[in-house]
């Protein structure tokens, strides 16, 4: 009768393997981690910012464009005796070092002005529409009178010539003109439909000589 030959399974020797196994599994994943940082960050790779400020848009995206970086405009401001589209601003500023593939957010100048728009003020005192105005960048205001029956009420806003319909939008900082009511006081012998101020009414009128001979008196 043979009798096979047993063999007996060290319990030490599998915790040893399993520790050395996942040693491996640990080093090699921090080497992956910081091969992907290293090529996510490209680092060394880094690029001087240059001067865009003066450029034409065009001009800045294609000198970014070069160095691998891009261009994108954040706000634009209107300048009446400004050169339009040309940059006024930029961030990150010139000769910082960034990364390729990085933003350069830019300001330039507009080339049309911005357009607001222009609240109903008919009815509004005239103070109350200049006031309203000169906040939303309208300080350019002439005043026209003509004869109702209040005084100093709002009947319309034009714009070069045209009556704006509430909300209407116009150029920021344009000319405009305010039609207001001026007062007048009618005479109770003047006939209907027709009107005159008071100076008119207040004027004087040579004296004309009597018809009637003072002699028979």
Do not use: C
Not at 60 to 73: E, M, P, T
Not at 145 to 166: H, T, W
């Amino acid at each position: 009768m043979s009798t096979k030959p047993i063999t007996k399974k060290i319990p030490g020797n599998n915790i040893l393997l399993n520790i050395v196994a996942i040693g491996v599994v640990a080093i090699l994943l921090l080497i992956l981690t910081l091969f992907f940082l290293n090529a996510y960050t490209r680092h060394g790779q880094n690029v001087l910012v240059p001067q865009l400020q003066g450029l034409q848009e065009e001009e800045a995206d294609a000198i970014l464009k070069s160095k691998g970086l891009d261009i994108q405009v954040v706000d634009s401001i209107f300048k009446k005796d400004a050169v339009p589209g040309s940059i006024i601003d930029q961030t990150p500023k010139p000769n910082n070092k960034v990364k390729e593939g990085r933003d350069i957010y830019v300001t330039i100048y507009a080339r049309n002005p911005q357009q607001i728009s222009v609240p109903g003020l008919v009815d509004f005192s005239t103070r109350q529409a200049i006031a309203l105005l000169n906040s939303i960048g309208f300080t350019q205001i002439a005043i026209e009178e003509i004869p109702a029956q209040y005084s100093g009420l709002v009947m319309s806003v034009e714009y070069r010539g045209k009556k704006l319909m509430p909300d209407e939008q116009i150029p920021a900082g344009s000319p405009l003109k305010l039609v207001v009511s001026k007062g007048i006081m009618s005479d109770s012998l003047i006939s209907p439909g027709r009107t005159r101020t008071i100076s008119d009414s207040t004027q004087n009128t040579p004296a004309q000589p009597s018809s009637i001979d003072k002699s028979f008196f």
